[in-house]
């Protein structure tokens, strides 16, 4: 089997440190995923609480040497690789993919509602865009680094931090064109791989469990048969 009979336009369950290594290098043109958060150990004692960033050592290590080693590998000198991101992970999200790719922006996702907490509530997600070329592939329409789309209601989700199938489509438009391929390797229950079917681009996807795996394919079977 080749490796796009096994992946170009499938969602393959499995960890994607073991999977990735099977594509060719270059032979991706978007990677647009939303990976695991993760920030800084916290520590508590009674009411004490300690911080220590020193824990965070093995995920840099797996986040660096392991994921973005690998995911720059296999995308195409003038593609694209978008990150969603939080602002306490961005402390080791920016600087190493920062040491990968030439020019590195940060886009914010403003969901127009507030969420949890107080006193300060959080009404944005972060967008790590990375490239090497000065050119895009994508529809060369201007954009502003603050993109306005409504979260999915929790009651309506698949995956609690499934994204909304407009806001990643206005991601896809704007940095590849049709019959690309948009690579997920944390595809979740499939709104990227959604996304991409509409939009007319190949899509692969990956994920490490299997009801969500099974969700994502069921989803994008039903999505052919709307469109049909």
Not at 181 to 186: A, K, M, N, Q
Not at 198 to 205: A, D, E, F, P, V
Request: charged letters at 25%; proline letters at 5%.
């Amino acid at each position: 089997m080749t490796w796009r009979e096994k992946y170009l336009n499938q969602i393959v369950c499995g960890d994607c440190l073991e999977l990735m290594p099977e594509l060719p290098a270059g032979t991706v043109d978007l990677i647009l995923t939303d990976p695991p958060w993760f920030a800084p150990v916290a520590t508590y004692t009674g009411r004490d609480v300690k911080r220590n960033y020193a824990d965070f050592a093995p995920l840099i290590y797996w986040w660096e040497r392991g994921y973005i080693k690998e995911a720059k590998r296999v995308l195409a000198n003038t593609a694209w690789f978008l990150s969603f991101c939080g602002s306490v992970s961005l402390s080791v999200f920016y600087p190493t993919i920062y040491n990968f790719w030439k020019a590195v922006d940060v886009l914010v996702w403003d969901k127009g509602r507030i969420g949890m907490g107080r006193p300060w509530r959080k009404q944005y997600e972060l967008i790590i865009a990375a490239h090497d070329e000065d050119y895009c592939k994508g529809d060369m329409a201007t954009r502003a680094d603050i993109l306005k789309f409504t979260p999915i209601n929790h009651t309506n989700r698949t995956h609690q931090a499934e994204k909304p199938v407009t806001l990643l489509s206005e991601l896809i438009k704007a940095t590849t064109a049709e019959g690309a391929i948009i690579f997920d390797p944390f595809v979740g229950t499939g709104a990227t791989a959604v996304a991409a079917q509409k939009l007319n681009r190949n899509y692969i996807g990956l994920e490490i469990n299997p009801d969500y795996c099974e969700i994502a394919r069921k989803r994008l079977a039903q999505e052919v048969l709307i469109n049909a």
